[in-house]
């Protein structure tokens, strides 16, 4: 079956580290999207891709990149890490086109930054 | 821009109706979800809504009315595993999805 999964699943790193977080789905959808889920704050776009080699900035980019090289992957990188980045990140994937566009979530990645 | 208000908690007991109210505001409406999330894990899709009216989706509906910015979810005949958060998000132009906080509903026995 087709899905979508994120790796590690926990993870726990040291302030000032690079740390990637992956994404990877098998639905050929062509739009993924990075999300971070904190108390109080909901789900916040972090940044999103509309296919291969294209990607945007959301509305809380600072400190995160992605790359998308291929269909199904979209990993998140931290380039320095911060306890304020401590959170649960999603990854999430659609198809393109009018009518599709409910997003379909991986099961998170809960990182601690110390 | 654009804002969402849900209630932050609710609490229902088994087996009784709940309506879990969402109102927005937004620039440009193009349809509104509603997720479910129970804790530890992801959200997942419940309902879409476009046109204003009511759907149905088994014990779930969903009710839309874009002149007043409101919505609902429905649930009907409560279960405990309905214990969860509900999500309502925007779905905003370029395939984007703004969600709002969430409301936590825990059901009683």
């Known amino acids: 079956d087709a899905e979508i999964t994120q790796s590690p699943r926990h993870k726990i790193t040291e302030t000032g580290r690079q740390v990637t977080l992956a994404c990877h789905q098998t639905w050929n959808h062509n739009n993924m999207f990075w999300y971070r889920q904190d108390l109080g704050h909901g789900l916040r776009l972090i940044h999103y891709?509309?296919?291969?080699?294209?990607?945007n900035k959301g509305e809380v980019s600072d400190g995160y990149s992605v790359s998308r090289s291929n269909t199904e992957d979209l990993p998140l990188t931290l380039e320095s890490a911060a306890s304020s980045q401590t959170s649960v990140y999603f990854c999430?994937?659609?198809?393109?086109?009018?009518?599709?566009?409910?997003?379909?979530f991986g099961p998170g990645t809960r990182l601690t930054v110390l | 821009g654009q804002n969402i208000d849900q209630p932050t908690e609710m609490t229902a007991t088994e087996g009784a109706i709940v309506q879990i109210n969402c109102t927005y505001q937004?620039?440009?409406?193009?349809?509104l979800f509603w997720y479910q999330q129970h804790a530890g894990e992801a959200p997942t899709f419940l309902s879409y809504n476009v046109l204003d009216g009511l759907e149905e989706k088994g014990r779930f509906s969903s009710f839309l009315s874009r002149s007043k910015g409101y919505s609902y979810l429905l649930l009907k005949e409560l279960q405990m595993k309905d214990s969860a958060s509900y999500l309502c998000a925007l779905y905003s132009s370029a395939s984007k999805i703004i969600f709002g906080s969430g409301t936590r509903l825990s059901i009683r026995p």
């Open positions: 937004t620039s440009g409406f193009n349809g």
């Open positions: 999430a994937s659609s198809e393109s086109g009018q009518g599709k566009n409910t997003q379909y």
């Open positions: 891709s509309y296919g291969v080699h294209d990607t």
